[in-house]
């Protein structure tokens, strides 16, 4: 199975702040990743699939990069409501997996 | 407006059966593979099972593989998951997804508590 590591597990930032979470894959995936932000006691969200491609109603603070094995989501300019927890999601392989989460809280 | 609304869920004693739904409204549910993913208390998110459009192909995680079926009626627009041999590591809230290779659409979950 593809494993999917991300980091930090939890990164504390100031509003306002431009952050990067990282998500490395355990073989070469081509694009084959995907990005969900899950709020507290929420059902998770899209916000970018196949590494970089926007995805409809979701804030352009948010970008995505990468391929191969490293990928980045970016968030430009952290706002209060973006306070919540990232995963990563693979489809190279019909068995997806997630990564295990970046929590991202208020410094 | 798309809609995923699961049921079936509640309290079930170790090596008990239990069988999850999952009814679509909002768009043509047939043209869709569907998917089961899970959270367990305080933990990730964990895909369970994939069924193609017209379920004749049905992917699982190891860990579920022998013991849940993954099914859907594309008649009544509702997907299924049959949990059999319940173990106290099946205890997590289950999500029904719409599945493009990524999750686009999530329902608002099921809780599935595993105790005697």
């Known amino acids: 199975n593809i494993v999917l590591t991300q980091s930090p597990a939890t990164l504390s930032v100031t509003p306002g702040e431009s952050v990067s979470l990282s998500c490395r894959a355990s073989q070469s995936i081509s694009t084959s990743i995907h990005w969900y932000q899950q709020k507290s006691n929420e059902s998770p969200r899209l916000l970018i699939k196949y590494a970089s491609q926007s995805i409809s109603g979701i804030p352009s603070r948010f970008s995505g990069s990468g391929s191969g094995t490293d990928f980045t989501l970016s968030i430009n300019r952290v706002e209060s409501e973006d306070f919540s927890i990232y995963y990563c999601?693979?489809?190279?392989?019909?068995?997806?997996?997630f990564g295990s989460g970046t929590k991202l809280e208020i410094k | 407006e798309v809609q995923l609304v699961e049921s079936g869920g509640g309290l079930v004693q170790p090596g008990r059966s239990m069988k999850l739904s999952c009814a679509a409204s909002?768009?043509?549910?047939?043209?869709?593979?569907m998917a089961w993913v899970r959270q367990a208390p305080t933990k990730g998110l964990e895909w369970v099972a994939t069924i193609s459009t017209s379920g004749g192909s049905t992917y699982y995680r190891d860990s579920v593989k022998g013991r849940f079926t993954i099914s859907r009626d594309n008649a009544k627009s509702t997907l299924y998951l049959q949990m059999n041999s319940l173990r106290s590591e099946d205890t997590a809230t289950y999500y029904c997804t719409r599945v493009a290779y990524y999750f686009d659409y999530w329902g608002q979950g099921v809780m599935v508590t595993v105790s005697s």
């Open positions: 999601q693979q489809s190279y392989s019909s068995l997806f997996t």
């Open positions: 909002g768009f043509t549910f047939s043209s869709f593979p």
